[in-house]
């Protein structure tokens, strides 16, 4: 099973940045090809915010809402993976738990209900 561990979160005002960082280990049965983060705001869905593949030279993915603002980015040192979330020109509704989760391809990168192994989160709060 892969081992999931976010850091980085905390408060910031609005059009501050922060940078999150996921670090992910994977086993001999689950391969990570794909290191994606997500978020989930109170009384809303998880969803995809971005997602890179982590071989090759496939540029990443984004949501619509992040576009422009935020970019990911990739490391690797055998099993272990490495994937940052630069965020920039943050607004409130970017304000939620943001969590990481990896697989083996990028392919529906936003359907977190494909996910089983998650990491506990870090928080982003971004006040106006």
């Known amino acids: 099973q892969v081992q999931l561990v976010e850091s980085g979160g905390g408060s910031v005002q609005a059009g501050g940045s922060l940078r999150l960082s996921c670090e992910a280990i994977?086993?001999?049965?689950?391969?990570?090809?794909?290191i994606m983060w997500f978020r989930q705001a109170p009384g809303k869905e998880r969803e995809g915010v971005a997602a890179?593949?982590?071989?090759?030279?496939?540029?990443?993915?984004?949501a619509d809402s992040v576009k422009g603002r935020f970019n990911i980015s990739r490391s690797r040192e055998n099993a272990k993976k490495m994937a940052y979330l630069q965020m920039n020109s943050l607004k409130p509704e970017d304000t939620a738990m943001y969590y990481c989760?990896?697989?083996?391809?990028?392919?529906?990168?936003?359907?977190?209900?494909?996910?089983?192994?998650w990491g506990q989160g870090t928080q982003v709060t971004v006040s106006s």
């Open positions: 890179t593949p982590m071989w090759g030279t496939a540029s990443p993915y984004y």
């Open positions: 994977e086993s001999i049965f689950d391969r990570i090809n794909c």
């Open positions: 989760a990896a697989k083996g391809s990028c392919v529906e990168w936003f359907d977190a209900g494909q996910l089983e192994s």
